[in-house]
């Protein structure tokens, strides 16, 4: 399960590029209203059930939701998302109180979540450890893309002065992206096999670790933590990584997971552990005696109160660690309090060889 992130004033069908009608390989009409249905045709005795559900549509395929940012105030919201976990993990059940019910088994299926920032304020526990993030516009020149939008909007309105027989570029990457995947699907996939060398098993569980840690969360009720935190253990992470790992190398037609294949998962569990705890992690990994609550906001341009909130439920977590250090200023004054990574997430860091800028 993929999550594509985009900044606002970037289409859905650019973020969405597989939106094309593809019956074989996708499912693009997934809506709000969920995927099962207890419908019934005709009354009382002569009542039957009828399976109008989504999900035969959406077993053997991948299903884009092209507009993610509207399951923020769906009302039924928790009821879409376990719908989706139960459905990707190939075992889900659906009874309604018209005696009607529905068991589905074996599925198949994967989904490409499109939105943008925004989704981001949903609490984590809503889309399970599932889902992978990738940023698909980061910092790099943005002008490529404004250039694209001004003669996309002048080939729309003067289209009728244009060749008829001659394709836009968007049709014409999506037939590309097509040809691709039907390639990979009938010439390489069958004979495809893939090796995960032990040094890259241990990377790939070393980045699940880590993104389990920076996702995490401390339940608070008035300021006060109910329950003693802890990390969940990054297994689901790892198993979603594992497999984006060997369909890269399937995509890019290599015997075994690489270099290549690495660097582009370092990307995807950067974006998906993207929070603030993250950005405080990679900070201390770079200084490794430690930073000041000023020093780390300063540094990551936050503000001071912010930063002592998370750090203080990084702490729970154990995270970091926080030492004194004794007031030398020559002055009367508190001694200044130093947030230091912990020792087993810096070696999980290391081990994962993410980047620390």
Same mark, same amino acid.
């Given at each position: ?103 589905y088994d ?99 569980e070393a ?16 300021? $006060?933590? !109910?329950?003693?935190? #802890?990390? %969940?253990?990054?297994? *689901? ?6 497999? &984006?790992? +060997? ?31 993250f950005e ?35 702490? $729970?977590? !154990?995270?970091?660690? #926080?030492? %004194?250090?004794?007031? *030398? ?6 001694? &200044?309090? +130093? ?19």
């Amino acid at each position: 399960m993929v999550a594509l992130y985009r900044p606002p004033g970037i289409g859905q069908d650019y973020n969405c590029g597989m939106s094309f009608r593809c019956p074989g390989l996708c499912f693009s009409r997934f809506n709000n209203n969920g995927a099962y249905s207890g419908y019934t045709e005709g009354r009382g005795k002569k009542a039957r059930a009828i399976d109008a559900s989504l999900v035969k549509k959406m077993n053997m395929k991948t299903t884009f939701i092209k507009d993610g940012d509207t399951l923020l105030n769906a009302q039924n919201r928790d009821k879409i998302l376990a719908e989706l976990r139960d459905l990707y993990d190939g075992t889900s059940r659906a009874e309604y109180r018209n005696l009607v019910s529905h068991d589905y088994d074996a599925l198949r299926m994967t989904f490409v979540l499109c939105a943008t920032d925004e989704i981001r304020s949903l609490n984590r526990t809503h889309l399970g450890e599932r889902f992978l993030d990738c940023e698909i516009l980061g910092d790099e020149d943005q002008t490529p893309y404004l250039d694209a939008a001004f003669n996309n909007t002048c080939n729309a309105v003067l289209g009728y002065l244009q060749d008829k027989e001659t394709e836009d570029r968007q049709t014409t990457l999506k037939r590309a992206s097509l040809g691709f995947i039907i390639h990979l699907k009938e010439n390489v996939l069958p004979s495809a096999r893939v090796e995960v060398p032990p040094e890259v098993k241990g990377k790939i569980e070393a980045m699940g670790q880590v993104v389990s840690y920076c996702r995490a969360q401390v339940k608070r009720e008035r300021g $006060e933590v !109910q329950y003693r935190p #802890r990390i %969940e253990l990054g297994t *689901r992470l790892t198993a979603q990584l594992t497999k &984006l790992a +060997i369909c890269l190398a399937i995509t890019f037609e290599k015997k075994k997971v690489d270099a290549e294949c690495l660097r582009l998962l370092r990307k995807i569990a950067i974006d998906t552990a993207f929070g603030f705890q993250f950005e405080i992690v990679r900070l201390l990994v770079r200084h490794k005696a430690g930073l000041s609550a000023k020093q780390i906001a300063l540094s990551l341009s936050l503000g001071k109160t912010t930063v002592e909130r998370y750090t203080q439920d990084m702490i $729970e977590l !154990q995270m970091i660690g #926080r030492t %004194e250090r004794p007031n *030398r200023s020559g002055v009367r004054g508190r001694n &200044l309090h +130093i947030f230091t990574l912990s020792k087993t997430l810096r070696k999980l860091w290391l081990k994962a060889g993410l980047k620390t800028k």
